[in-house]
């Protein structure tokens, strides 16, 4: 598994990150750097196929039937990418060896890059797009981490929280139009999906779906109006900069385009909405870049530029815009991350980054600026220099389209406008850093060249931009072509990557764009003073504005409705529940369906007579808390002889010990409270309730008849057909328990102890005073635990648990099982309680209940792994027959052992809550200093 092991080695490097830092800085870069090499390497070993049009898959079925499988691909787009990540990557790990102070911990620093390198490896080798989304939402996350790493600094926050609000925000809408493109195409696999682009442009859903992943793409590429947060990013340490500008972050919203450009972009939708947004980003960044005075500025609004650049590229829709566009997206990759490193020089150097500050820098720092100045030459698109070629091959492509009409003329408009700003911007990088005049009050002065590793990753970048603009053809040609054949799904068209194609109206779109952007620098203080003039709009204080009025809004939301008023809460809920109701059963042309109604026996409508008289007076008698617990507990009896007469034996068998340990609670707890419950509510809410009750009760009655009279299957026949054969049971409730459905009970019980362990938790240093006198003002008797109970107790001990093992041992075949047993055993165990006391039962039982439940987890948790041992599914049962000395004949299954977890974890459970209510009533008034126990 290369393509694995190659997205695996920075998240393991992180950890070598993290254990190098103590031995300094260099070592700790060193140390880092391992981990992209020998990514880069094994990217190497596939670099000879891949160029020859092979794509390499990689697929491991995780959950098929979600469609969700950890699968890779490696194809040409992929190939370019990774490239870039893992090259510049490693420039960068270089730069910010020097970059970074003693003082700051750098292998935190690195750990956090080698984690964003590792996501974006992740989004380009993604041939699942459920995965490629997992590892987008970890580059927000991980991009988070390296723009507030300054977390001292109020600006570095702010710039994280912005990023991570805004990209987290397209996320979410990405997800649901992945999910929605995998509804139309039936599979989330990049190969399906790309084959599949006349199905889903086709598709009612296409427009709605093509919105939400441009929303994804366009909030994680900074295009208008999602560009704000990009520059505020800027108060990362310039080694993030670098790379998040040039290989990766921003990089991975025109990559997605790339990518998904096959299936998507064969529309008047795609077109148009790319295409503008491409268009107005553009110019807008082009714009405001130039009356930037900090260099980072600068530089971040160029990036907004060129991005929207590549975009309006893919929006425009043709074989060659495409070529154009994925061949700009690895110009840009170089002279920005050496116009980056430029720039954290030049701070480093001079404690500045303000352009009013800075200059005359070249008599200081000669290297450097010529350097910059390449790579900002780059950036302008002056000839020889790659940004030329693949800004020649952009004004040729806005040329060539005419989806537009007679307005076609604007697009190539707008490209000169841009030309003429993109060259200007670059003049002022170059004239107002490294001429004009003398530095101004520079924090360090004078300033120097900085170590000479330093220089080294700007030396490399700033050569391949000679190298692309001077010999295309033998330089990048073949990764450009492998790239961009992937991008467009097929076959190339044919272009050309010469230096001169001749004097045509691209070269005099070039033309009038360097001499329109010398005039613009040189007549720039006019443009400036106006510029001046214009409303101060700070993003950052918007943005934090709108969120603080979010949070304001959510904040007067949530105290609306979540008002501490249980009563209020179910209320909304009926309600909620009242609605989908009606809005249900409104669709039925007859709530009778063809099924006949089952006979109806006298004994049967006795009970359910009694039934819905106990629930009337449990109502009526609710403000006389033991009154309601009477009658309620008769509701609970009946329940279970409903069960019973319906053939669910074992569903009466739990509802009556259910109900035997809920009336033992509900007893001691109402010890405590007074014997009437006030009267609270108004009338109008009182009126209310009734009309909820009532509105619901009758919408439900009228549910269940429309079921019951209408055909259904169910999976009941399946469980009967294979509970014998698949499960070696004929008790079918207690083999899907415990193994069709086993997982769900180890969950269940798992829920069960921790509860049971947060009950002991308040209840432990809970002491409430003990009642002397009932509400009447009757005294309570001394005698708490009487001579008849104590006797009584002891004898049913023994047959209490007899009954329960015989439960126990016959759940496989017959009705019981673990939970039934575990509740009996409860219940005698309870009782001694009762009868005797915490402090004499306790004497006598010294037993940690807090251990029998995590023994019962353990055992259940220990029989799944148990099959896994022999190659099977987890919780698989074995069962045989064997012949054992005088009993015979008789069954052996796994699934006893499970539920021997099950029986322990209701007992330990049960009593871990029940036994500790005896500790939480002391009677301070005994003469003798004693105190009195509930139980």
């Known amino acids: ?86 090259v510049i ?69 702010q710039g994280a929280r912005m990023a991570l609000t805004v990209t987290g925000g397209g996320g979410l809408a990405l997800l649901a139009g992945i999910l929605l493109i995998g509804h139309i195409v039936g599979s989330f696999e990049l190969t399906d999906v790309l084959a599949a682009g006349p199905l889903i442009t086709g598709h009612a859903l296409y427009p709605l779906a093509l919105i939400l992943v441009l929303l994804g793409v366009f909030t994680k590429s900074a295009q208008f109006p999602f560009h704000f947060w990009l520059p505020q990013a800027m108060a990362a340490p310039t080694p993030v900069s670098a790379y998040l500008h040039s290989a990766t972050m921003v990089k991975a919203g025109v990559f997605l385009l790339a990518r998904l450009y096959p299936a998507l972009a064969d529309s008047e939708w795609w077109f148009y909405i790319v295409t503008l947004t491409g268009l107005t980003t553009l110019v ?60 954290g020089i030049i701070d480093h150097e001079t ?25 900002a030459a780059a950036m302008g698109g002056v000839p020889l220099l790659n940004g030329f070629l693949s800004k020649e091959m952009f004004f040729n492509e806005t040329l060539n389209h005419g989806l537009f009409g007679s307005f076609s003329w604007v697009v190539p408009a707008v490209a000169v406008l841009y030309g003429v700003f993109s060259v200007a911007y670059s003049l002022r990088f170059i004239h107002d850093v490294f001429f004009n005049g003398e530095p101004r009050d520079l924090p360090h002065y004078p300033p120097h060249e900085p170590p000479r590793y330093m220089k080294i990753p700007v030396e490399i970048l700033v050569l391949l931009c000679l190298l692309v603009g001077v010999v295309p053809g033998y330089t990048v040609a073949p990764l450009l072509a492998a790239g961009a054949s992937a991008a467009l ?16 109206t691209a070269l005099v779109m070039s033309i009038l764009a360097m001499v329109g952007g010398v005039l613009v620098y040189a ?42 008023s249980l009563q209020g809460y179910i209320a909304l809920m009926l309600a909620a529940t009242l609605v989908l109701l009606v809005a249900a059963l409104s669709g039925l042309d007859s709530l009778h369906g063809p099924v006949a109604l089952s006979p109806f026996d006298p004994l049967t409508a006795l009970g359910l007579g009694i039934l819905m008289l106990t629930a009337v007076l449990t109502v009526f008698f609710h403000r006389n808390r033991l009154k309601a617990l009477m009658t309620l507990s008769t509701v609970g009896l009946i329940v279970s002889l409903l069960f019973a007469r319906y053939s669910a034996p074992d569903l009466a068998l739990t509802q009556l010990s259910v109900e035997v340990v809920t009336v033992i609670l509900l007893v001691l707890a109402l010890f405590f409270m007074p014997d009437r419950t006030p009267i609270e509510s108004s009338s109008l809410r009182g009126l209310r309730d009734v009309l909820l009750a009532g509105g619901l009760g009758l919408l439900v009655a009228l549910l269940a008849y429309a ?92 047959l209490a648990l007899l009954v329960s093992a015989f439960i126990f041992v016959r759940g496989h075949n017959l009705p019981g099982g673990g939970f039934i047993a575990g509740l009996i055993t409860a219940i005698a165990l309870i009782l001694q309680y009762v009868a005797h006391g915490v402090t004499w039962t306790q004497r006598r039982l010294p037993i940690s209940y807090h251990a029998i439940c995590g023994l019962g987890v353990l055992i259940a948790a220990l029989t799944g792994l148990g099959s896994l041992a022999f190659g099977y599914p987890f919780l698989t049962t074995a069962f045989d027959y064997f012949a054992i000395p005088l009993i015979g004949k008789t069954e052996l299954a796994t699934a006893l052992i499970f539920d021997l977890g099950v029986y322990l974890a209701v007992v330990g459970a049960t009593l871990l809550i029940l036994s500790n209510l005896g500790h939480v009533s002391r009677d301070e008034t005994d003469k003798d200093g004693s105190s009195q126990e509930v139980l």
């Open 1 to 86: 598994m290369v393509l694995a092991l190659i997205i695996a080695l920075p998240f393991l490097g992180t950890l070598l990150s993290l254990a190098t830092d103590r031995f300094g800085r260099r070592a700790c870069a060193l140390g880092t750097a391992v981990a992209p090499a020998l990514a880069l390497a094994l990217l190497a070993t596939q670099l000879p196929a891949v160029l020859d049009g092979t794509v390499l898959l990689q697929r491991v079925d995780w959950l098929p039937a979600l469609g969700l499988n950890l699968s890779l691909r490696l194809d040409g787009l992929g190939l370019m990418f990774a490239l870039m990540i893992l």
């Open 89 to 157: 990557g490693l420039l960068v790990i270089l730069y910010a060896t020097y970059y970074l102070s003693k003082d700051e911990p750098v292998g935190r620093f690195f750990a956090y890059l080698l984690l964003f390198m590792g996501a974006m490896l992740g989004v380009v080798l993604a041939e699942n797009l459920l995965l490629l989304m997992v590892f987008w939402e970890l580059t927000s996350l991980s991009s988070f981490l390296l723009i507030g790493f300054w977390s001292h600094s109020k600006e570095a926050r």
């Open 284 to 343: 807008v960044g082009a714009i405001l870049a130039l009356f930037q005075h900090d260099l980072k500025g600068l530089l971040a609004y160029s990036t907004i530029s060129h991005l929207g650049l590549i975009t309006l590229l893919f929006g425009l829709d043709t074989q060659l815009s495409t070529v154009a566009a994925v061949f700009h997206i690895l110009n840009h990759a170089t002279f920005k991350a050496s116009l980056f490193m430029a720039a």
């Open 351 to 375: 404690g500045s980054r303000d352009m009013r500050r800075l200059a005359g820098l070249w008599r200081y720092m000669p290297h450097t600026a010529v350097l910059a100045m390449v790579a």
């Open 489 to 504: 799904g097929g076959s190339l068209p044919d272009y050309s990557l010469a230096i001169w194609h001749g004097f045509n």
């Open 523 to 564: 007549f720039r203080q006019p443009l400036f003073r106006w510029q001046e003039g214009l409303p101060d709009v700070d993003a950052r204080l918007v943005f934090e504005q709108s969120l603080n009025r979010l949070i304001g809004f959510a904040q007067r939301l949530t105290g609306r409705l979540e008002s501490g």
């Open 707 to 798: 079921v019951l009279t209408r055909p259904y299957e169910g999976i009941g026949d399946f469980f009967l057909a294979n509970s014998v054969s698949g499960g070696g049971g004929y008790n079918v409730v207690n083999v899907i328990l415990v193994d069709f459905r086993g997982f769900d009970t180890l969950g269940e019980i798992t829920v069960l102890a921790i509860a049971a362990a947060g009950v002991y938790g308040l209840l432990k240093h809970l002491h409430l005073p003990h009642p002397l006198v009932d509400p009447k003002g009757t005294p309570w008797s001394r005698d708490s635990h009487p001579m008849i109970l104590n006797n009584v107790a002891r004898v049913l001990l023994p």
